[in-house]
């Protein structure tokens, strides 16, 4: 107890100061200092340029301490029950001994930024234990801009030492092929009852799961629910043909009973350890790895060109030209590449 | 019909060489060919290089024949009925001597590239009106990609005389927002009894939409569809406090009884008078050219630096010291982007 308020006393101190240093917060997140790691992540999320530079001199600085979690994909159309299921497993995995740390990304509304997530209070019980963490990211950033910035938090969360990280999106198509990338396993949650056209619909998204779970399958909804997880199995199993990647394992639980989730805890150390044998773990975390270096290069390509003295001086100027129709999109932007790599 | 016979010869003729020339090209979509048309569509769907060197010269010489034609967005998930609603709106269109064409775009499946789309069977009637042209997209583009292209093919079809130019996309909000770069005016359809949830999901396509309309409004159907149309229409006022953007318009139709149809084509000719009196069409037509520039510019940007002999010869070495953990993905971006504006 002393401790801990020897330690809070020491936060609210540095809290005083305008900045940490990166060493403070370096060291504030290899002791798992949720207060310190929760301002690192604010940090990451920054845009101002100054914090962009601090960040990664941070990420850099963990970066040694960092690869160990498993690091799972979460995603569900808003209704799935995509809360009470990440509660009851992460209650789970918790009792089990394993540090859980759950960061929910909301794709929703660009023009008014509204949220459709809520915040941490939709998991009153996991907020509440020490061995959790629940982050919510804002919900006006753009999409390449979330996968860049899950990811960076994601290296803070394992340097803090949690072992399962979650990462929970709304299965709406929007940023489930990002998540895929930034994840070592993609769990779709589904309901029964969707209707045809709207299962079909999320075809994409279930070709990218490694695990199916029909959620809420429970009372006279429970021979429904391992109905339709057979069907699905079915239908992914007609599309499969030639694919390389492996099948979804399907299953139901209902996360409001608490039924089969020891089990699903169960298939995603299974998946691990198989993954992991083949040689599919290595491969998926390299395939990650080259599509993080690519989200980077893109970012950087683009700050770089954006910020080139002649395209800032002249890029209005052919913006209107454009607008005016005297020369095509294509023709200015070759113009300007031109320019941009003439004259730095 | 010997005119036709004649022209038919010629471009038969001209499918045995195996290239147009670019001049052939421009006269043919300059006489309306569709056959012609056709397959200058099909170059600027051609990753080829060669190809995107023929597209480039193509659009900048039909350039100054296009920007005419009201382009419209319309989406909605499967199942509104978004066919039997173009196929009523076009003939009801193409009657009063409008050219319509109807680009369909599929962001479906990345893995299998599926369809759920169908092709143009779906719009049989209107797909034998010779004032009609209908164009289904390549699923398996990138999202990036497929706003560039359809962006070219809506030019080729205002040089070719079409004036209503619809582009149709699957409503899961993956490519709405590029969708409404693209266009004049965004209608989307919906239908009753979706569930609070999936309306919910989707305010953030609402709020992009000019029109709504609520199809299926018939036999018992149709005071639900009223009700429907209210309480979007409370949602959305709701929510349009402080907005810049004017709150869509909101109505209902049967495209299967052919009810309110004409309408609707009133609407949006209401639409474009207004907007362009008020200055928001001008306005809205800069900042679609403003996208397409800053679209082209990354497109050119990553063209050039992944074409690079330095970043050619190193990158697959960089990838992999990424991959073990060597360097952040980041630390590893600033180099190579360094070494490509050093050694060009």
Redesign the interface.
């Known amino acids: 107890m002393n401790i801990k308020l020897n330690s809070l006393v020491k936060t609210l101190e540095l809290l005083m100061k305008e900045k940490f240093s990166i060493a403070n917060y370096k060291k504030g997140i290899l002791d798992d200092d949720r207060m310190i790691l929760s301002r690192a992540i604010t940090l990451i999320e920054s845009s101002l340029s100054a914090d962009r530079k601090n960040a990664?001199t941070l990420?850099?600085s963990i970066?040694?301490h960092?690869?160990n979690a498993y690091r799972i994909g979460i995603s569900g159309?808003?209704?799935a029950g995509k809360s009470t299921f990440i509660e009851a497993l992460g209650k789970h995995l918790t009792s089990q001994g394993n540090k859980v740390a759950v960061l929910a990304i909301d794709?929703?509304?660009?023009?008014?930024g509204?949220s459709?997530l809520g915040d941490k209070t939709r998991m009153a019980e996991l907020a509440k234990n020490e061995m959790a963490f629940i982050r919510p990211s804002p919900a006006n950033s753009t999409l390449g801009g979330i996968a860049e910035k899950t990811?960076e938090t994601i290296l803070l969360c394992e340097a803090a030492g949690f072992n399962y990280i979650f990462i929970e999106t709304?299965g709406?198509?929007?940023s489930e092929?990002e998540i895929y990338h930034l994840t070592d396993l993609f769990l779709l949650l589904m309901i029964t009852g969707m209707?045809d056209?709207?299962q079909?619909?999320k075809?994409?998204i279930m070709?990218?799961a490694d695990i199916i779970v029909i959620n809420k399958a429970d009372g006279e909804n429970k021979e429904n629910a391992s109905k339709t997880a057979l069907e699905i199995k079915q239908v992914l199993h007609l599309?499969a043909s030639g694919?390389s990647?492996q099948e979804p394992v399907l299953t139901t639980c209902s996360a409001k009973e608490n039924t089969n989730i020891a089990e699903i805890a169960l298939l995603l150390e299974n998946f691990k350890e198989t993954s992991i044998t083949s040689g599919q773990w290595a491969q998926k975390?390299?395939t990650n790895?080259?599509q993080?270096?690519l989200?980077?290069?893109?970012?950087?390509?683009?700050t770089?060109?954006y910020s080139n003295t002649f395209i800032q001086k002249n890029l209005k100027k052919?913006?209107?030209e454009?607008?005016k129709?005297f020369i095509?999109?294509?023709?200015?932007?070759?113009l300007?590449?031109k320019n941009y790599?003439a004259k730095?």
């Not at 794709?107 to 008014?112: A, F, Q």
């Not at 989200?295 to 683009?302: A, F, K, P, S």
């Not at 095509?328 to 070759?334: D, E, F, L």
């Open positions: 990664s990420i850099k970066f040694p960092t690869g159309i808003p209704g794709p929703s509304s660009k023009i008014s509204g459709i990811y709304v709406v198509g929007q092929t209707g056209e709207l079909s619909m075809k994409g070709e990218l599309f694919k990647k975390r390299t790895a080259r993080s270096l989200r980077e290069i893109n970012h950087h390509l683009q770089d060109f052919i913006e209107n454009v607008a129709g095509t999109p294509q023709a200015a932007a070759i300007l590449l790599k730095k």
